[in-house]
């Protein structure tokens, strides 16, 4: 028979997580607004870049808010699982050894919270004596249980009913069978499931085009109001300008790079999730060379000396 634990009150997690989507949600508007009604120059291309920062902050805490309901301490004969809206960790319990207060635990600890507001307990915490554990609560340290484990990762909870979850929880340990289970379990959405999260070569080689391209836009945005009303277009062989346009084409460059880095980017998901992670790699690489080349292109039609 199973029982569940909801996790303990979490109004104050909720309230402060209402408060960002809320404060993200108007941030957004107002660099928004900003970007869209003054002059091209770096302080609007600034703004915008608050403005799409603002907008992931909201998406994000919004996705984390409809996780809080669903936070719970279920315990099977064999197993405690915790629950965090879509993420779900199976802790067998022939794992676990004893339960400590969270008190006890605070002495030489560091926490590192994933989402540093007041209420939101969730994240990691290494102790010098028992070494790494995973935090699931929405409640303070001092109200949560550490149990220790006989592996590599101990856990901080905080159900509701801390007495009566420990009672179940001594029932069950003494009840256990002599064959459990003894290998931990973590059930992720599809999306958080994939090896590409734990690709340093790959997210960095995606990163670091994003970043060019960005930089691309910020640069043009920054010399946008300097330049002359038209601009070099095209070069003969001899490297002068034979065509010329408007300014605007400096705009022209950055936004065919980003299409050219979403086409490379998307291809190399496709070919990654296909696991042909060294084709992904090729197609990630070819995306940020063509960074280069366009950053090349325009750094000479934007800051070129020649530019009339």
Known sequence: MNETFPAADARL????????????????LVFAALALSATLSFLTFLAAVLAATALVVLVVQLYLLRQVPRHEYVLTPEALII?????????????????YAGADVLNRARVW????????????MTHEEFGRFRMYAVAPLEAQ?????NGDTHYLIAPFDAEGFLVALRQRLAAL????????????????????WRDRVATG????????????????AARYPALPAQVPAHFDAQGKP???????FVLVLPSFAALSL???????LVLYHRQERSAALLMWSIGGIGQVLFAVALLTVGFGASAT
């Open 205 to 220: 080689m995606i990163a670091a085009a994003l970043l060019l391209n960005l930089a691309q836009f910020g640069a043009a």
């Open 262 to 268: 979403l086409v490379s980017v998307l291809l190399g």
């Open 145 to 149: 249980i550490a149990l220790i484990t």
């Open 13 to 28: 997690a909720f309230t402060s997580g209402v408060v960002v989507v809320v404060l993200s949600a108007l941030l957004m």
């Open 177 to 196: 069978p002599t064959e459990a289970t003894t290998s931990p379990q973590v059930h992720r959405p599809a999306w958080l499931r994939s090896p590409l």
């Open 113 to 124: 919270r994933y989402v540093p507001l007041p209420g939101w307990w969730l994240g990691q």
């Open 242 to 248: 034979d065509r010329y346009a408007d300014k605007r």
């Open 83 to 99: 629950r965090f809206g879509a993420i779900a960790e199976v802790v067998p319990l022939a794992l676990i050894q004893s339960a």
